[in-house]
């Protein structure tokens, strides 16, 4: 079976006696394939940033071609001029002289999915803790049909309202996140899914989930679960999506028509009890302390200490096009060399 490395982990981890009666068998909830984000993370800083750039030309050039002009102009000038802190070993902070908010742009996109993150973790910390429940990582997938991404979304987000409706959901999971991703094949079909991080209450069979699927999509059961053991970790997966919704290697002009007919289309909410939770939660210092790194590194200036290796920090001004060199520079410098000092 292919799930038998992660099971293997599980089951030797609760070698306790009595454990394994309080759980189901591993194969019928987890599932190992690699993620999307696993694969990207596989690539440098250096490449992520040549692709960002690639990307964004893509997109000016899409834009041209349809007209919008003040928007490639806007794509173009975002990220173009940076001012980066450094040690010259390492990156402690990028500022942008221009950001275009476009939401396919993924320099936005990135900074986009860390204001996410950096708001939903103490909250979802906060739940966990209150509520005793363990987060898992949902996707749920629909069958493939001719219609366009608007309706392809709407009809995954109704499935999704009904199955919430149904007593199984109620019973096992207490709110939680979704967000959208997009996909398309090479004929031309939307493969839209929902990445859900859903707080469940307690173990059940995922064939159960399977069949309560199946009853809210109609035609559908094909959905992937797995329990999420770094909080932190599952929410910066499933806010990859809202930074980076669909694959624009494959995106034409008819594409960016239609996804600019999208505006104000949501990518990322929560649902259920999570949902009430985040509107009253008030962070303790403590809760903001652990989820606010953007807070961090916003306080960073010339002068302070690298937060990696304690030697000053310096601004360097560079054009968007120089970064990924720049971080083939820090990715090629040697370790040990500055920043032994705290050791
Ligand atoms: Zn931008
Ligand atoms: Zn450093």
Known sequence: MIQSTLSTDLISSHRLPGASERKPPPHTY????????????????SQRARERLRTKEHLARLAVGLGEVELADKIERCHSRLSVL?????????IPNFTCEFRLCPDCGRRRSRKLQSKYLPMMRGF?????????????????????????????????TRLQRRGFWKQYFKGGTWSLEFTKDKNGLHHTHLHIIGFRRKFFDIEL??????????????????????IAAGLREVVKYVSKPLDIRRFGAEDLREFLGLKNMRMFGTFGEFRDFCKDFEPSDNDAAVGDLESFSRDLVEGCACPQCNAPLFDLRMS?????????????????KVGTSWN
């Open 30 to 45: 987890l599932d190992n394939r690699g993620t999307k984000s696993q694969r990207e993370n596989k690539r440098t800083r």
């Open 320 to 336: 968007g096009k120089e970064l990924p060199q720049f971080y083939e520079q820090v990715e090629s410098s040697p370790p040990g």
């Open 128 to 160: 966990m803790l209150h509520h005793k429940v363990t987060p898992v990582h949902l996707v749920l997938t629909q069958t493939h049909r001719k219609e366009n991404r608007k309706q392809s979304a709407k009809r995954i987000k109704d499935s999704f």
């Open 209 to 230: 989930l399977r069949d309560e699927w199946l009853a809210a999509t109609g035609d559908s059961h094909v959905l992937h679960l797995k329990p999420i053991s770094d």
């Open 86 to 94: 450094t040690c010259g070993r390492h990156i402690a902070r990028i």
